[in-house]
Each structure stands twice: as structure tokens, then as C-alpha cells.
């Protein structure tokens, strides 16, 4: 994917987003007035939360739903307090967190003839795929190659996740739509 933002404009957003949950949560967090604001685009986004490590919540949009700077607060939000894998992120937990954002290109449907092909197609650790059949969809962000590398298990990993078969990839010929990210990460201290 193209930069849409700098590195000082994805870390200003990390800011952002630290400074939603810790609002949120009656916290306050240092703020620094000397990052750059981000510019004003509209794109689709995720935040993402770990805590040591592991996966804490995460909530985003697909499509644009207001600037890059609203969606960021939206699902920096969402991510913490409204992810129903999880309970609601605690004033305790916060700074054990660390959160990454991503920046969504427009998704484009990948056209293929058969489970083979689409494995042909898909770029491990490049696409996000988003995989839609009947009423049933899901979506994993290109950063979920590094857990599941092998594409026949990310594929069936991502059907079950939209509540279809595993295999639906291969028997049902779901659309596939795919995007790329523009990933910032907080620093670790």
C-alpha cells in the first residue's frame, strides 16, 4: 500500500487513540502538543490492543466513516470497552496495553476460478481479506498472517470466524475482496 500517512502522523494517532481509552476511563495521559496532526482523509481503520502480547480487542471499519483521526477515537474506543471477546478494559490494565493501528486501502474483489487459485492469488502477510457468502462475512487484517502463515489454514481460520464451514473457501466459491494496511505500533519502553 502506498503511504498515506507519516511516521509521525501514524504516531500521533497512536497518541490520539491512547488518549481516548485513558479519557474513557477517567485517566490522564501527558499529552504532547508537539506531534503532527493527521491529515484530514477518510479511510477505513482498526485499533488493535495487546496486552502482553496477546490479543486484548479489536474493532474497526472496512469503509471510510468520517476522518481517519474520528474513526481512530471510534475504534480505539470500541476496541476497549465494547469487543465481546473480551470484558470492558480496566483503569488497572491500561498501561500494560499497547495498541497498533491500521490504515485501510479501498478493498478490491479478487476474482479466481477455484480454491486453488485464490491460494494463488492471496499474498501472505500482504492482504487483508474479507470473505462474504450469504448473510455470513468476516475479515482478517494482513498482520494475522504472522499467527496463521499457512493460507488453506488462514482461509478456514477466517470461515469459521464468519460463522460458515471451514472449507467454505474451497466449496462454496465465497467472495474475496482484499486490501492492504499502513500498520503504526507504540514503541515499547
Partial sequence: MEKVLTEL?????LKIARMTIAGNLGLEVEK?????PAPDIECGTFVTL???GQLRGCIGN???AGSVTEGIQRNARSAAFHDSRFPPLTAEEFEEIEIDISVLSQAQVLEYSD???LLAKLRPGIDGVILQLGGAGATFLPQVWDQLPDAEQFLGNLCRKAGLAETAWQDSHPQIEVYQVQCFEEEQT
Fill in 115 to 117: 480454491g486453488n487459485d
Fill in 9 to 13: 502522523e501514524g504516531q500521533a494517532l
Fill in 50 to 52: 495487546k496486552k502482553n
Fill in 62 to 64: 472496512l469503509q471510510a
Fill in 32 to 36: 504532547n502538543d508537539t506531534y503532527e
